[in-house]
């Protein structure tokens, strides 16, 4: 080993051993050495790596430890009233197990086996400033990092799509920012979320000093089904609580928290699986939010929590609906205080309450259709509408949207609502109601009339009566408008359906005209006119229907230009470029034009200019 000052290693190189032989993996040994692996420097060892011996480890570089699959490979141990410290980078394949001092510092440890399960473990608490559990792609299922005693994290928990396991032990953040723990999210597929599982007592702990929302990514793979049902907890008040949360993968019976023991609020509760949520210090409420994934768990409108005070289930009151969180759902139960006892909470849904209805304000007496929509405590009801005498329930009974053929001004929709889960039959004790104005709409009418110089440019003229608001054209030909009174230029001949719709008082009529767009091509051009300011002929004009590109050139005998213009609506008085008269005498024209429908103009002849 070379001891230049550009070395990675600086110490008493007689402690420092690397050990190898065919059977075993190569081994990083310090033997009460002082090691320093400087800012960039790296340093791998290919088996694993040992400091002992009050070994003195200073990593301000990359240590990566890897694992060869051999017995006890890939492993970082600290032992022996050793110390480690730095603002480095650890890279573990296997197990981190402190048996000695670990100062974190500003260094991190990335978790990073693809074979096989990783343990962080020894006999001494371990405060790590990162901890990353690295992953190789966001697919694969990966080793979990398994946790056999207590440890802490003072600046972020980085999981992506791993497990962390902390068995019966707590994962203490110690960081109180929101952000201090990552985890990957599926946005669209679940079951690729990094997760933090536990085994009673054990939890993950979070110290808040914000009210922003901190994530608890919480899951579980026990009984072969992996489940991720994260917790989000948002302090109201920033005066630093701590937060803990856990995960229990099956039906709160197994545990004596029998669902059938509860208040009587709700109708049924998961039987797959619960949480585990409390506030271990401090007095902030908190906005406690549960998310489930409502394809495989079901519809929940309501939580419950297990109360030590009476040993039953209680609802927990006032629960909303939370915003998801990619596939997943959530319910929220704002400003929990924590002033009751016990851990458990699970998802429940109410016996329905009395059913809130939604009906329209009026109804058009040309259009009598009415919808009404119920809405319950119950994510899943079902809904019974009376609808009174002279109106007509056309669909939608047992359903939370009813239609109607309103005719009953003055008279009272009724619907009240149940709910079926697994076999329980839950009916609301009261209905809800409400009433429908008819008001009368307008009644659609126009005119249509073409323009006597170019018959595909129509004027529509709006009759309607009472007056609109608003129109909406239809022209026939894809082309629209918002006006009253709109003039539309056709572009090709034919049969076209003109569409009024006409609205006001939220009612809309329509009506229907057919025309028919007559094209006749007509080019019509003078031979002679006499600009002596008679007001007879003075001008020279073209006579057309329907042009869409023109343009005419005038020569005299010599071939010089006396007048041009590209608009087909010219006239010509007479006038050179120039500006003065054109002497009397014969000129010559030349004509390019092109119709509406697409005839072709090329037009060539002569004229004759006189004064009387």
């Known amino acids: 080993m070379n001891k230049s000052k550009s070395s990675p290693f600086i110490g008493a190189l007689a402690g420092l051993w690397l050990l190898s032989s065919p059977l075993y993996s190569q081994i990083f040994y310090n033997n009460g050495a002082t090691v320093f692996i400087s800012n960039g420097g790296l340093v791998q060892a290919n088996g694993g790596a040992e400091n002992a011996n009050s070994g003195q480890l200073t990593n301000h570089g990359d240590f990566h430890i890897n694992n060869l699959g051999t017995p006890n490979s890939g492993s970082l141990t600290l032992s022996s009233a050793s110390t480690a410290q730095g603002n480095g980078k ?32 020894g006999s001494q ?15 694969t299922v990966l080793p979990k990092v398994l946790m056999t005693i207590n440890a802490n994290v003072d600046s972020l928990l980085t999981l992506n799509d791993r497990e962390l396991g902390t068995d019966v032990n707590t994962m203490f953040i110690l960081n109180p920012d929101p952000n201090a723990v990552t985890n990957y999210t599926a946005v669209t597929t679940p079951g690729t979320e990094g997760f933090v599982s536990s085994l009673a007592p054990g939890t993950l702990s979070r110290v808040s000093n914000a009210t922003s929302a901190y994530l608890y990514p919480v899951g579980s793979s026990t009984n072969n089904l992996k489940r991720y049902r994260p917790v989000k907890i948002t302090p109201t008040a920033n005066a630093g609580s701590t937060y803990t949360a856990r995960f229990v993968n099956h039906d709160a019976d197994v545990d004596n928290y029998l669902r059938s023991t509860n208040d009587g609020v709700f109708c049924f509760a998961n039987d797959t699986f619960y949480h585990a949520i409390n506030r271990s210090a401090g007095t902030d409420p908190a906005d406690v939010s549960i998310h489930y994934l409502a394809s495989a768990d079901g519809s929940w409108a309501n939580m419950a929590q297990w109360r030590t005070t009476n040993n039953k289930w209680n609802d ?86 009813a239609n109607v053929n309103w005719n009953s001004p003055g008279q009272y929709i009724h619907v009240s609502s149940q709910i079926i889960l697994y076999g329980h039959t839950c009916v609301s004790q009261f209905s809800d109601s409400c009433t429908v104005t008819v ?104 006579t057309h229907n329907g042009l869409k590109d023109f343009s005419i050139t005038v020569y005299n005998r010599w071939g010089q230009k006396m007048y041009s213009s590209t608009g087909s609506n010219f006239h010509w008085d007479g006038k050179d470029t120039q500006g003065q008269y054109v002497s009397d005498g014969t000129y010559y024209y030349l004509v390019k034009a092109t119709s509406l429908a697409d005839k072709i103009y090329d037009v060539k002849g002569y004229l004759y200019v006189f004064r009387k």
């Not at 429940?348 to 007496?365: A, E, Q």
């Not at 009174?388 to 939608?396: E, H, K, W, Y």
């Open 90 to 121: 650890y890279y573990i394949e296997q197990d981190f197990i402190n048996k000695a001092t670990f100062t974190a510092n500003n260094s991190e440890v990335l978790m990073n086996s693809t074979v096989s399960n990783q343990q962080i473990t």
């Open 125 to 139: 608490v371990t405060t790590f400033h990162k901890l990353t559990l690295v992953s190789q792609n966001n697919n």
């Open 316 to 401: 927990m009151n006032t629960v909303n609906a939370g915003p998801n969180a990619g596939v997943y759902s959530s319910l929220v139960r704002p400003a929990w205080a924590f002033a009751n006892p016990g851990e458990p909470y699970v998802l429940t849904n109410l016996n329905p309450t009395r059913p809130t209805i939604s009906c329209p304000t009026s109804v058009c007496n040309n259009n009598p259709a009415a919808t009404f929509t119920a809405s319950s405590s119950a994510s899943n009801a079902t809904y019974n509408w009376a609808t009174p005498a002279g109106s007509t329930l056309v669909s939608g009974q047992g359903t939370g949207t």
């Open 439 to 542: 008001v009368a709409a307008p009644v659609a009418n126009f005119s249509a009339a073409a323009d006597p110089g170019n018959n595909f440019n129509y004027s529509f003229t709006d009759l309607t009566a009472p007056a609109a608001s608003s129109w909406s054209w239809n022209f026939g030909d894809g082309y629209t408008s918002a006006t009253q009174n709109p003039s539309h230029l056709y572009t090709i001949p034919g049969t076209h359906q003109v569409v009024l719709t006409a609205s006001a008082n939220g009612c809309t009529d329509m009506d229907t005209l057919t025309i028919l767009v007559d094209y006749k091509d007509i080019l019509v051009i003078p031979n002679v006119f006499t600009p002596d300011g008679d007001g007879i002929n003075d001008e020279l004009f073209v």
